[in-house]
T-cell receptor, first 111, second 113 residues
């Protein structure tokens, strides 16, 4: 069974701090996706990383896909209260299976 | 607006009842899904349909029965509700291509008392 382990599970920081969220697996994924979910809403896609070693930037968010395509990280620079939410990594399982999700990282940024 | 919409937003019911959740997408996607998010925020796939055909059926009690009248709709009917069914249920859709992102509805919070 393919699993995605996310860490940390909870993160509470002050505005302006930097943080990194990790998503690890013992399995190889063809790509990994990162989603953000706010209370009362469904997850929304932030980015998809496809190539091993790939780095993608989305304003203050930097996403990296490991060289072996087994892990990914999300780094947020100068966090703001608007970054508060649940961050989920997801990867497609073996052929014919649906997207599987990590257990998420709940981020709280206070001003 | 182009979106995935599901109803109702909240559903409170007693054990043993039967209830349905409806989902519709106007994104033109071929594939629709039902996910369950538990109290710890873990999202787990339940079912997936492609063009009205069931393609994924995870280990879900047969009290849960999805129905897809057309590729834009995927409804979820639950019989004999149990306390453990309490969760947030998300409908989603995507293109059939591998690694296509999911577009989620805003969820239905089911509370069984």
């Amino acid at each position: 069974t393919q699993l995605l382990e996310q860490s940390p599970q909870f993160l509470s920081i002050q505005e302006g701090e930097n943080l990194t969220v990790y998503c690890n697996s013992s399995s190889v994924f063809s790509s990994l996706q990162w989603y953000r979910q706010e209370p009362g809403e469904g997850p929304v896609l932030l980015v998809t990383v496809v190539t091993g070693g790939e780095v993608k930037k989305l304003k203050r968010l930097t996403f990296q896909f490991g060289d072996a395509r087994k892990d990914s990280s999300l780094h947020i620079t100068a966090a703001q209260p608007g970054d508060t939410g649940l961050y989920l990594c997801a990867g497609e399982g073996q052929a014919g299976t649906a997207l599987i999700f990590g257990k998420g990282t709940t981020l709280s940024v206070s001003s | 607006d182009t979106a995935v919409s599901q109803t109702p937003k909240y559903l409170v019911t007693q054990m043993g009842n039967d209830k349905s959740i409806k989902c519709e997408q106007n994104l033109g996607h071929d594939t629709m899904y039902w996910y369950k998010q538990d109290s710890k925020k873990f999202l787990k796939i339940m079912f997936s349909y492609n063009n009205k055909e069931l393609i994924i059926n995870e280990t879900v009690p047969n009290r849960f029965s999805p129905k897809s009248p057309d590729k834009a709709h995927l409804n979820l009917h639950i019989n004999s509700l149990e306390l453990g069914d309490s969760a947030v249920y998300f409908c989603a859709s995507s293109q059939r291509d591998r690694d296509s992102p999911l577009h989620f509805g805003n969820g239905t919070r089911l509370t069984v008392t």
